[in-house]
């Protein structure tokens, strides 16, 4: 069973960034590709960023696209989402997802079906 932990969640400007970190435990970190997700009130679970096994590939969705990047560290088990110019429409529970789906590493994974494991998530609000 994979442990997914958040954090770096909180309160920040719009202009602002923000790097959010998910520990994981529980399974050789290397097996799992890894994703990030958001749910703003009201609305459905979007896919935000993915990465493969190994960090040579990443995937980022159109609404953060140029402004995010992805990363992981696999000797700490952790992978990190940072958003530059905050919006307000970033604001949602950011969850990471952890799958051990083959094709995830090397083509992305963007569908929450394809992810076996979610942290708790952890809350972003962008002031304006």
């Known amino acids: 069973q994979v442990l997914l932990v958040e954090s770096g969640g909180g309160l920040e400007p719009a202009g602002g960034s923000l790097r959010l970190s998910c520990a994981a435990s529980g399974r050789a970190f290397t097996d799992l590709s890894m994703g990030w997700f958001r749910q703003a009130l009201g609305e459905g679970r979007e896919f935000v960023a993915a990465i493969g096994r190994s960090g040579s590939t990443t995937f980022l969705a159109d609404s953060v696209k140029g402004r995010s990047t992805i990363s992981r560290d696999n000797a700490g088990n952790t992978v990190a989402l940072q958003i530059n110019s905050l919006r307000p429409e970033d604001t949602a529970v950011y969850y990471c997802?952890?799958?051990?789906?083959?094709?995830?590493?090397?083509?992305?994974?963007?569908?929450?079906?394809?992810?076996?494991?979610w942290g708790q998530g952890t809350r972003v609000t962008v002031s304006s």
């Open positions: 997802a952890a799958t051990d789906a083959e094709h995830c590493s090397n083509y992305g994974c963007y569908r929450i079906a394809d992810y076996r494991n």
